[in-house]
T-cell receptor
Framework: NAGVTQTPKFQVLKTGQSMTLQCAQD?????MYWYRQDPGMGLRLIYY???????DKGEVPNGYNVSRLNKREFSLRLESAAPSQTSVYFC???????????????FGPGTRLTVT | SQKIEQNSEALNIQEGKTATLTCNYT??????LQWYRQDPGRGPVFLLL?????KEKRKERLKVTFDTTLKQSLFHITASQPADSATYLC????????????FGSGTRLQVQP
């Protein structure tokens, strides 16, 4: 099993350009997440999908859109990139949504995005 | 809203010693807490889960405690090795309707040979 895969690994964009970050998991997990990680800020939740067909905003959703394409895939789109979106983006998945019952999250290797 | 605090300063210790990392939280009473390890350039990896009714949890050289009165979890690595050098993150379940973990900013551990 590959676990959680992300593409691309690295990307440089100019301000105003758009791009989609791809994420796929092969563990038959119901829930998927997008985080960004900045120095000193920790992991901040952008969007999540508790189950196929649903998406919800996280802590920092502005400037992003997501699509839960099917149970395996969850993409993150930047419509008009800004320098403030320079960050490392991690996709994660879990068996079920976090809540009363605890499910560990499995993370992908990350996408390092620079917006100039 | 919930707030998670981990020491932002790196912890440097000698090989063989016990490393102790702290995770404090406020405005919240979580049902459980998780710890993750993150190596440079890689995604976090789950290590341990401890529930509110558990005082202590062990896994090999790792030990986690959970003090719901102090609102604190301690993460211990005994007989530390240079290979333990990494950033360690604590994570809590949401205090709102949001159904995803909230992560602390992590503490970097450096084990010197």
């Amino acid at each position: 099993n590959a676990g959680v895969t992300q593409t691309p690994k690295f990307q440089v964009l100019k301000t105003g350009q758009s791009m989609t970050l791809q994420c796929a998991q092969d563990m038959n997990h119901n829930s998927m997440y997008w985080y960004r990680q900045d120095p000193g800020m920790g992991l901040r939740l952008i969007y999540y999908s508790a189950s196929e067909g649903t998406t919800d905003k996280g802590e920092v959703p502005n400037g992003y859109n997501v699509s839960r394409l099917n149970k395996r895939e969850f993409s993150l789109r930047l419509e008009s990139a800004a320098p403030s979106q320079t960050s490392v983006y991690f996709c994660a998945s879990s068996e079920a949504p976090t809540g009363t019952f605890s499910y560990e999250q499995y993370f992908g290797p990350g996408t390092r995005l620079t917006v100039t | 809203s919930q707030k998670i605090e981990q020491n932002s300063e790196a912890l440097n210790i000698q090989e063989g010693k016990t490393a102790t990392l702290t995770c404090n939280y406020t405005n919240y009473s979580p049902a459980y807490l998780q710890w993750y390890r993150q190596d440079p350039g890689r995604g976090p990896v789950f290590l341990l889960l401890i529930r509110e009714n558990e005082k202590e949890k062990r896994k090999e050289r790792l030990k986690v405690t959970f003090d719901t009165t102090l609102k604190q979890s301690l993460f211990h690595i005994t007989a530390s090795q240079p290979a333990d050098s990494a950033t360690y993150l604590c994570a809590l379940p949401p205090d709102t309707g949001r159904r995803a973990l909230t992560f602390g900013s992590g503490t970097r551990l450096q084990v010197q040979p």
